[in-house]
């Protein structure tokens, strides 16, 4: 699968921004966003099933980031609201191209995801 996502800019802080994922190629059972920050390690946002459209989120991001998916546009959004600067990072956009239904406890970690996309970088000025 490959992914590129885009979206990504200069917001200030209690402002928004929509990050958009487009896949091609194989079919996918998952698609997740991640971020990392200048010097950490890179961490999970939340994460949507392509079949049923369920979401699934880490828990300091649920409340104010929203996922969504267009399967029409094998697409995947990342809407983010009342960003603040500590959400400043490159997001990146991955997917789970494996057979059979996920299993939701191991969706969280980066090692769940086999193609990645090229990230997007986001900057919230205080």
């Known amino acids: 699968v490959q992914l590129q996502a885009s979206g990504g800019g200069l917001a200030q802080a209690g402002g928004s921004l929509r990050l958009s994922c487009a896949a091609f190629?194989?079919?996918?059972?998952?698609m997740a966003w991640f971020r990392q920050a200048p010097g950490k390690e890179r961490e999970f946002v939340g994460g949507i099933r392509w079949g049923d459209g369920s979401t699934f989120y880490a828990r300091s991001m649920k409340g104010r980031f929203t996922i969504s998916r267009d399967k029409s546009k094998n697409a995947m959004y990342l809407q983010m609201n009342s960003l603040e600067p500590e959400h400043s990072a490159v997001y990146y956009c991955a997917a789970d191209s494996r057979n059979g239904n996920p299993i939701m406890s191991t969706m969280y970690s980066k090692a769940a995801y086999d193609s990645w996309g090229q990230g997007t970088l986001v900057t919230v000025s205080s």
């Open positions: 190629g194989r079919t996918f059972r998952a």
